[in-house]
């Protein structure tokens, strides 16, 4: 077969569509003329309608002239008024209707119909104005030419009744084109598609013949081939491109292949049964290999667990020493501020003694300058002879006065000499305690770092500890499970030296070819 399945349903569902798309083609030309007969009958049906308001209109301006004429006998004012607005809007609609089909997408001859009518009409209006004015101004002259207009209401009814056929007769003429159209459509469309029922059918026919043939005995061959008979074969056209063509190849290839496969299997059986011996035999020393080595990663684990133990409790007190570390070192730091300030302090106070030491020599300076003038005032007085004795015994108290000023002011500045020594001896072996507890207090510092560095190792080992018990356990547990696994696979062997017998056995099923 020269053609694919693929084409072959491809060219059935072409001419398939060309059927449909030949009856769409049909309905669609039937449809059109349909939309045609309809649009011109719904066209003449409002050329009827406004046919029908000016013939209304007609009338209704023949009752205008009557009413004008019973209103002159009345002589109502009111009623004259009614009339002439009656008249008024009769004349526009009737104005308005004959416009209104002008205007429509009539047929010609309706048109040109109109076209006749139109100064019949306007002849109408004139005659029908001029009635209604006569006959509210004067009713002899109105009697007078009521029959001339009676004889343009004739002739325009005339001429309304026969425009009025003529619509009519257009709208039943496209009645019939539409029901023709239909009734040809409809003929048409019933006879296309049996012939293409008949064509599908036929056309269907010689596929599936063309495809079932070929599978059919693509399905025998392969029953053969399920039952172990691989000896057979199939004929094969080399032109053929289909797909059930592509099959048979395929299944004789397939037939080729698995003649290869069974010869190859049961000269293999016996190697794979020999093979699964040694591998169950191997399988069960390296079990007991694992088995040992899963007893020794135990033993390690639980080495490893008390080291774990150990290195914890060393990280809680290297932690612990870092807290006191720090204490003491803060304990110091404070320690150090407090004696800088007594350093602060004793220079404070070694200069106030200076200035205590300063005034003490003020004061032994006045002492001396009161002594030399008591000194001048005794010798004064003894050259005043008699007049000076009593100011030379006041010179004299003075004079006492001041050897004792300066005696305390001696004493005193001695005893100042002494403290500002003693205090600045302080202050010397105060600034040597201060130098002392900051050698203190950074070698605090220094243990302080360190057993923080310490803590930090230890909890460093600790976690490297932990993870290697953990990969230890991890191991254990692999260990553990490779055995079962070694185990299984010893039971594997085992196992694939039953099922290559049994595979033996089963190529045994197959015939092969001489």
């Avoid at 932690?319 to 150090?336: D, M, R, T, W």
């Avoid at 039953?498 to 092969?512: G, H, P, W, Y």
């Amino acid at each position: 077969m020269r053609l694919t399945i693929r084409q072959r349903l491809l060219l059935s569902n072409v001419v398939t569509l060309a059927f449909v798309s030949l009856i769409g083609v049909v309905g669609y030309i039937a449809v059109q003329v349909l939309d045609g007969a309809i649009g011109a009958i719904s066209t003449n049906s409002a050329a009827m309608k406004d046919q029908l308001q000016a013939d209304m209109m007609h009338d209704a301006l023949r009752a205008d002239v009557l009413a004008a004429r019973l209103a002159a006998d009345k002589n109502d004012p009111a009623e004259v008024k009614g009339v002439r607005e009656d008249l008024a809007e009769h004349m526009a609609l009737f104005r308005k209707g004959i416009k209104d089909m002008e205007a429509a997408d009539i047929d010609a001859e309706v048109r040109a119909a109109i076209a006749t009518v139109r100064p019949d009409v306007e002849r109408y209006l004139k005659n029908t104005e001029e009635m209604v004015e006569l006959s509210l101004t004067n009713k002899d002259a109105a009697q007078a030419k009521f029959g001339g207009f009676m004889d343009s209401f004739r002739a325009l009814e005339k001429s309304m009744s026969a425009l009025s056929d003529l619509i009519e007769k257009n709208s039943e003429s496209a009645k019939q084109v539409g029901d023709s159209a239909v009734a040809n459509s409809r003929y048409q469309i019933i006879g296309f598609s049996l012939l293409a029922v008949l064509v599908a059918l036929v056309i269907g026919q010689l596929i599936t013949r063309s495809i079932m043939q070929p599978l059919n005995e693509a399905v025998g061959f392969a029953e053969r081939v399920s039952k172990g008979d691989l000896s057979g074969s199939m004929t094969l056209d080399a032109a053929d491109i289909s797909e059930t063509g592509l099959l048979k190849r395929a299944l004789a290839d397939m037939n080729t292949s698995l003649h290869g496969i069974v010869s190859q299997v049961r000269g293999g059986t016996d190697a794979i049964a020999l093979a699964s011996s040694e591998i169950a035999s191997g399988n069960m020393d390296l079990s007991s290999r694992t088995e040992s080595q899963a007893s020794s990663l135990e033993e390690t684990a639980s080495s490893m667990e008390e080291l774990t133990s150990a290195v914890k409790q060393n990280s809680h007190n290297a932690g612990q020493a870092n807290e006191l570390a720090s204490s003491a070192a803060k304990v110091a730091g404070e320690g150090g501020a407090v004696m800088t300030r007594v350093v602060e302090t004793m220079g404070a106070i070694n200069a106030s003694s200076q200035k205590i030491v300063d005034i003490i020599g003020v004061i032994e300076g006045i002492a001396f300058q009161t002594n030399i003038l008591a000194l001048n005032a005794a010798v004064e007085a003894a050259r005043a002879g008699e007049q000076g004795r009593g100011f030379a015994v006041v010179a004299s108290e003075v004079r006492s006065l001041a050897h004792r000023s300066d005696s305390a002011a001696k004493e005193i500045k001695q005893l100042i000499d002494a403290s500002v020594a003693q205090v600045e001896a302080g202050g010397v072996l105060v600034g040597q305690a201060g130098g002392t507890m900051d050698q203190i207090v950074n070698g605090i510092s220094r243990v302080s770092t360190i057993v923080g560095e310490i803590a930090t190792a230890s909890r460093e080992q600790e976690l490297g500890i932990e993870q290697i018990n953990q990969a230890i356990g991890s191991i254990d547990s692999t260990t553990q499970q490779n055995a079962a696994l070694v185990e299984q696979a010893a039971a594997a062997a085992g196992a694939l030296q039953a099922q290559a017998d049994q595979l033996a056995e089963a190529v045994k099923v197959f015939r092969l070819a001489r």
